[in-house]
């Protein structure tokens, strides 16, 4: 059973960075579009930023411009580089997958990370 692990939420300043990863536990990891969502407290899970097999992006207008995702496929990751950070992007981060072409709709994925944490402070 494939599994998404992500890795490098925490605490930082407004203003800080952080880069959040998500490793496939499949070799196959090329053939998959990636997604990162983030809920916060009260709040529905939403888009931040996907990317397509083919390395195609697209990003929620909140974070673009802040915000990088970018994929490994030597090393089955995708990265979600932060930037700028906000006390509003506080929320769990969960990295998502699905076959090929990346989409904005939860839905459209059907493989879940366990979600890390990211605080901003201010």
């Known amino acids: 059973q494939v599994q998404l692990v992500e890795s490098g939420g925490g605490l930082v300043q407004a203003g800080g960075s952080l880069r959040l990863s998500c490793e496939a536990s499949?070799?196959?990891?090329?053939?998959?579009?990636m997604g990162w969502f983030r809920q916060a407290p009260g709040k529905e899970r939403e888009f931040v930023a996907a990317?397509?097999?083919?390395?195609?992006?697209t990003y929620h207008t909140d974070v673009k411009g802040r915000f990088t995702i970018s994929r490994e496929n030597a090393k089955n990751t995708v990265y979600l580089q932060m930037n700028s950070l906000k006390p509003e992007d506080t929320a769990v981060y969960y990295c998502?997958?699905?076959?090929?072409?990346?989409?904005?709709?939860?839905?459209?994925?059907?493989?879940w990370g366990q979600g890390t944490q990211v605080t901003v402070s201010s």
């Open positions: 998502a997958a699905r076959d090929y072409a990346s989409d904005y709709d939860a839905r459209a994925y059907y493989l």
């Open positions: 990317i397509s097999w083919r390395g195609d992006t």
């Open positions: 499949r070799r196959t990891f090329g053939n998959y579009a």
